[in-house]
């Protein structure tokens, strides 16, 4: 099972060879195995990689993301095929009912404001009982719009109430960066389960090409949330990508078992993938993690 979050920070060409992947600086090779691999992040621009190493990595179904000058993600690579059923997976997918979504997304909702409500606990802030009542009114498919509600208390409660996710800072780079790793690993689940990420259960703009991936890590941002706000940025640097990057080997538990989060999420995708197709919410494995 694969496990390691491989950075790639400075000059380097990147190459595959006998099962390794291979960093080659000026000063020395590394060598990783890659069936170890989870994700391959080229945090730099000055990183060259070989074709032959993304084709062995889309194989491998390694999540492989880019970085822009500033360092910070602009893009990863999905294969075209990440199952032997594709096919059949993305016609089940194009068919989930309407009521199976909304039933999920309303899961999902819950999940991701009682995390929330994990936040602010741990830091013993008040607003976190204005979340449990708005958790116990949210209705079938937030209909009431209480995600919406519970953020902009949740935000306002634990950075301030002049903070806005607008501002061009350092915590909001921080949550971005955060946010982006999340996104990729849960995309790397679906597209390897078979599914696309383009159709979503709620998230529909056309321009976004990861529309159920936004849906499906919606619970998992509190995590980054809670991150960035022991880390408290005044700027945003290696030392805090790499705590953010780090994320992704945190213990968590699902299912009553301790995982890390990169393999849980694997096990929380394919619990959602069930309840679309055999439309029960019962079969959800949501991440429950302790602060």
Known sequence: MSWR?????????VDYRLGYIEVRTAEKTQKVHIGEIAVLMLESTAVSVTAYAICELLSHKVK????????????????????????????????W???????????????????????????????????TEYLHNVTFNDATNR????????????????FSRNIDDPINAALNYG?????????????????????????????????LGCDFMEPLRPIVDMEVS??????????????????????????????FLNNAIGIYCKSLFNALENENTEEIRMIEYEF
């Not at 995600?147 to 002049?162: C, D, I, Q, T, W």
């Not at 946010?179 to 696309?196: D, F, K």
């Not at 005044?234 to 968590?252: G, I, M, Q, T, W």
């Open 147 to 162: 995600e919406g509600h519970s953020a902009k208390v949740y935000f306002n409660a634990l950075f301030g109430k002049e």
């Open 97 to 131: 009912s309407l009521k199976a979504k909304q039933s999920v997304w309303t899961e999902i909702v819950k999940a991701k404001i009682r995390g929330q409500r994990e936040v602010l606990s741990y830091f013993d802030l008040p607003q976190a009982d204005m979340l």
């Open 64 to 95: 492989v993301i880019f970085c822009d000058n500033k360092r910070n993600p602009c893009g990863e690579i999905i294969p075209f095929y990440g199952s032997h059923d594709t096919s059949s997976k993305v016609r089940t997918q194009i068919k």
């Open 230 to 259: 022991l880390i408290s940025p005044k700027k945003f640097e290696r030392s805090e990508k790499l705590a953010l990057v780090s994320l992704l080997n945190k213990e968590v538990y699902i299912d009553g078992k301790q995982h």
């Open 179 to 211: 946010y982006g790793i999340m996104l990729s690993a849960v995309n790397r689940e679906i597209t390897s389960c078979g599914y696309i990420t383009q159709l979503g259960i709620f998230h529909d703009n056309i321009y976004n090409f990861f529309n």
């Open 5 to 13: 979050v491989v950075v790639v920070s400075s000059n380097a060409k």
